[in-house]
C-alpha cells in the first residue's frame, strides 16, 4: 500500500504554491483544518483561491492566512465577523465571490463525483444568475453551475486510519466530507490517527481512496464562535 | 401590535405535527420557543443537522456541534447528522415542510430580498438563496415597516432579490398576509387591536381585505 502518513502539517503542505486553489472544510470555525492552516500561515505562500464557506474571524481559521494577506479570492457564501477581511474587501485587496451555500456544496459534491456541472435553482432571477446559462426542467429555471477545480483539498476529520478512510464527528463533519472527495490532491489532518483495520469499514464517512495524505494533528482549540447556554433551572 | 414574540407565537401555529421545519436567523429562532403543546416537529439546521435541540447547559458546550448560526446546541433523540451536499439535497428535493424566514423586502409577487444592502457590507446569502427556490412552503417573520417608517411589502422589491415568486405567506407585527397566486396581498388576520386602514396605509403593495378580516388568536 502506498503510505499516505505523513509527519505532520508543514511536510503535507509542502509543495502547495503561490496561486493554488485550495479548498477549506469546516463551517464557522467548526471542523477546521488548524494545523494545516497554521502551517500555510508559517509557509507564507500567497495569491491562493481559497473555497471555504466562511473566512475564520480575524484571529483564527483563514483570518490567520487573510491576516499575513495571503489570500488573493475567497469563494464563500458568508464572510460575516471578520474586520480585516472587511477592509481588504473594501480596499480592493481582496476579491470575494459570494455565492450560495448549497451551490457551494454541490459544486464541491459535483467534482468529487465526476460531473462537470449541476443544474440547481438557487439564484435564480437574482444577481447570482448574471452571465449563467439558465434552462427549464418540468417547469422550474435552473441555474447550470460548474464543477470546482481545485488543487489541494484540506480537510479536518475526528478519526483516520493509514489507508486515508475518514470519519468526523458531530457537526464538524459539514462541508468536509465532500471537498474530501474533490481535491486533486486531499490532504486530511485528524484527531487520532490509528492503524487500517481499526475502524469499521460500516462506519467509514470519506474511503480512504480520496485521501492523499493524513497525519494526527496536535493542539486543537476548537474555538467557539458563539457560545450559548441555558443554565440549569 | 404584537412584539417579535408575538410574531413568533402566531407563526408556530402554522406548524404541524410531524414538519420537518428550517428556522432562520431573528424572529424565525424565536418559534422554537412556541411549537404548541404534542405537535413534534424536528429542525433542521442547513450545516448539518436534523433534530436541532435547545442550547446546552453551561459547561456541557461541544465546539464540534453548532447551528447554522453558530451557536452551541444540542441534538434531540432521534436526530441525525450529514454533510453539507447531503443536507441541501433535502432542502432541493422538498423534504423540508416549511421554511421560516426574516426579509427587508416582499413584493406583492412573492419575491424576497434579505441579504444584500447595496453600499453596506455584503456579508453573503449563506443558505437563503438554497431554501428559498427550492422550499414548498416559506412564511416570512419581519416588520412591517423598517425603521425609516416605509413599508416593506412592496409592488416591487428595490433591494438586491434572494428569490422570485416564492413566498406564500408573511407574519408581521400587524398581520398575517398571504401572497396571491396572480399577485397582491390578502389580509388573512389583523394583529389584537390593529384596523384594517392601519394596516393599508403600512402596505404599499396591492392589499386586499374582506370587509370583515379577523383579529388573529392566541392560544
Given at each position: 500500500?502506498?503510505?499516505?502518513?505523513?509527519?505532520?502539517?508543514?511536510?503535507?503542505?509542502?509543495?502547495?504554491?503561490?496561486?493554488?486553489?485550495?479548498?477549506?472544510?469546516?463551517?464557522?470555525?467548526?471542523?477546521?483544518?488548524?494545523?494545516?492552516?497554521?502551517?500555510?500561515?508559517?509557509?507564507?505562500?500567497?495569491?491562493?483561491?481559497?473555497?471555504?464557506?466562511?473566512?475564520?474571524?480575524?484571529?483564527?481559521?483563514?483570518?490567520?492566512?487573510?491576516?499575513?494577506?495571503?489570500?488573493?479570492?475567497?469563494?464563500s457564501s458568508y464572510v460575516g465577523e471578520n474586520a480585516e477581511f472587511e477592509r481588504q474587501l473594501l480596499s480592493g485587496e481582496l476579491e470575494v465571490e459570494l455565492i450560495p451555500q448549497g451551490t457551494l456544496a454541490t459544486r464541491c459534491m459535483a467534482s468529487g463525483y465526476g460531473m462537470p456541472a449541476i443544474f440547481t435553482p438557487a439564484g435564480v432571477g437574482t444577481e447570482v444568475a448574471e452571465g449563467k446559462e439558465v434552462r427549464n426542467f418540468n417547469g422550474k429555471d435552473y441555474l447550470m453551475e460548474y464543477a470546482f477545480d481545485a488543487d489541494f483539498a484540506i480537510v479536518k476529520a475526528w478519526k483516520g486510519d493509514t489507508a486515508g478512510n475518514l470519519i468526523f464527528r458531530s457537526t464538524s463533519r459539514n462541508f468536509n466530507p465532500v471537498m474530501a472527495m474533490a481535491g486533486k490532491i486531499t490532504i486530511a489532518e485528524v484527531e487520532e490517527l490509528v492503524e487500517a483495520g481499526e475502524l469499521d469499514p460500516d462506519h467509514i464517512h470519506t474511503p480512504g481512496v480520496f485521501v492523499h495524505r493524513i497525519f494526527q494533528g496536535a493542539n486543537y482549540e476548537k474555538r467557539i464562535e458563539q457560545r450559548t447556554v441555558r443554565t440549569k433551572n | 401590535m404584537l412584539d417579535k414574540d408575538g410574531i413568533a407565537k402566531r407563526i408556530a401555529r402554522e406548524i404541524k405535527d410531524g414538519f420537518y421545519v428550517n428556522l432562520g436567523i431573528g424572529i424565525p429562532t424565536l418559534v422554537a420557543n412556541y411549537i404548541p403543546a404534542g405537535i413534534n416537529v424536528e429542525l433542521q439546521s442547513e450545516n448539518g443537522l436534523l433534530g436541532m435541540g435547545p442550547f446546552p447547559f453551561e459547561g456541557e458546550e461541544?465546539?464540534?456541534?453548532?447551528?447554522?448560526?453558530?451557536?452551541?446546541?444540542?441534538?434531540?433523540?432521534?436526530?441525525?447528522?450529514?454533510?453539507?451536499?447531503?443536507?441541501?439535497?433535502?432542502?432541493?428535493?422538498?423534504?423540508?415542510?416549511?421554511?421560516?424566514?426574516?426579509?427587508?423586502?416582499?413584493?406583492?409577487?412573492?419575491?424576497?430580498?434579505?441579504?444584500?444592502?447595496?453600499?453596506?457590507?455584503?456579508?453573503?446569502?449563506?443558505?437563503?438563496?438554497?431554501?428559498?427556490?427550492?422550499?414548498?412552503?416559506?412564511?416570512?417573520?419581519?416588520?412591517?415597516?423598517?425603521?425609516?417608517?416605509?413599508?416593506k411589502l412592496l409592488p416591487k422589491c428595490t433591494l438586491p432579490l434572494t428569490g422570485v415568486n416564492c413566498i406564500k405567506k408573511i407574519v408581521t407585527e400587524l398581520a398575517v398576509l398571504d401572497v396571491l397566486p396572480g399577485g397582491g396581498f390578502k389580509l388573512i388576520e389583523r394583529a389584537p387591536g390593529v384596523s384594517v386602514d392601519y394596516i393599508r396605509q403600512a402596505t404599499t403593495g396591492k392589499l386586499f381585505a374582506d370587509d370583515d378580516v379577523p383579529e388573529m388568536i392566541f392560544d
Amino acid at each position: 500500500m502506498i503510505n499516505k502518513v505523513v509527519s505532520g502539517a508543514d511536510e503535507a503542505i509542502s509543495d502547495i504554491e503561490n496561486g493554488n486553489t485550495l479548498m477549506l472544510g469546516g463551517f464557522g470555525l467548526c471542523g477546521i483544518p488548524e494545523n494545516c492552516i497554521t502551517a500555510l500561515v508559517k509557509k507564507g505562500v500567497k495569491d491562493l483561491t481559497c473555497i471555504s464557506n466562511n473566512a475564520g474571524v480575524d484571529d483564527f481559521g483563514i483570518g490567520l492566512m487573510l491576516q499575513k494577506r495571503q489570500v488573493k479570492k475567497m469563494i464563500s457564501s458568508y464572510v460575516g465577523e471578520n474586520a480585516e477581511f472587511e477592509r481588504q474587501l473594501l480596499s480592493g485587496e481582496l476579491e470575494v465571490e459570494l455565492i450560495p451555500q448549497g451551490t457551494l456544496a454541490t459544486r464541491c459534491m459535483a467534482s468529487g463525483y465526476g460531473m462537470p456541472a449541476i443544474f440547481t435553482p438557487a439564484g435564480v432571477g437574482t444577481e447570482v444568475a448574471e452571465g449563467k446559462e439558465v434552462r427549464n426542467f418540468n417547469g422550474k429555471d435552473y441555474l447550470m453551475e460548474y464543477a470546482f477545480d481545485a488543487d489541494f483539498a484540506i480537510v479536518k476529520a475526528w478519526k483516520g486510519d493509514t489507508a486515508g478512510n475518514l470519519i468526523f464527528r458531530s457537526t464538524s463533519r459539514n462541508f468536509n466530507p465532500v471537498m474530501a472527495m474533490a481535491g486533486k490532491i486531499t490532504i486530511a489532518e485528524v484527531e487520532e490517527l490509528v492503524e487500517a483495520g481499526e475502524l469499521d469499514p460500516d462506519h467509514i464517512h470519506t474511503p480512504g481512496v480520496f485521501v492523499h495524505r493524513i497525519f494526527q494533528g496536535a493542539n486543537y482549540e476548537k474555538r467557539i464562535e458563539q457560545r450559548t447556554v441555558r443554565t440549569k433551572n | 401590535m404584537l412584539d417579535k414574540d408575538g410574531i413568533a407565537k402566531r407563526i408556530a401555529r402554522e406548524i404541524k405535527d410531524g414538519f420537518y421545519v428550517n428556522l432562520g436567523i431573528g424572529i424565525p429562532t424565536l418559534v422554537a420557543n412556541y411549537i404548541p403543546a404534542g405537535i413534534n416537529v424536528e429542525l433542521q439546521s442547513e450545516n448539518g443537522l436534523l433534530g436541532m435541540g435547545p442550547f446546552p447547559f453551561e459547561g456541557e458546550e461541544d465546539a464540534d456541534l453548532i447551528n447554522a448560526g453558530k451557536q452551541t446546541i444540542t441534538t434531540l433523540p432521534g436526530s441525525s447528522i450529514f454533510d453539507s451536499a447531503l443536507s441541501f439535497g433535502m432542502i432541493r428535493s422538498q423534504k423540508i415542510d416549511l421554511t421560516i424566514l426574516g426579509a427587508m423586502e416582499v413584493s406583492e409577487n412573492g419575491d424576497i430580498a434579505n441579504w444584500k444592502i447595496p453600499g453596506k457590507m455584503v456579508k453573503g446569502m449563506g443558505g437563503a438563496m438554497d431554501l428559498v427556490a427550492s422550499a414548498k412552503n416559506i412564511i416570512v417573520a419581519m416588520q412591517h415597516v423598517n425603521k425609516a417608517g416605509e413599508s416593506k411589502l412592496l409592488p416591487k422589491c428595490t433591494l438586491p432579490l434572494t428569490g422570485v415568486n416564492c413566498i406564500k405567506k408573511i407574519v408581521t407585527e400587524l398581520a398575517v398576509l398571504d401572497v396571491l397566486p396572480g399577485g397582491g396581498f390578502k389580509l388573512i388576520e389583523r394583529a389584537p387591536g390593529v384596523s384594517v386602514d392601519y394596516i393599508r396605509q403600512a402596505t404599499t403593495g396591492k392589499l386586499f381585505a374582506d370587509d370583515d378580516v379577523p383579529e388573529m388568536i392566541f392560544d
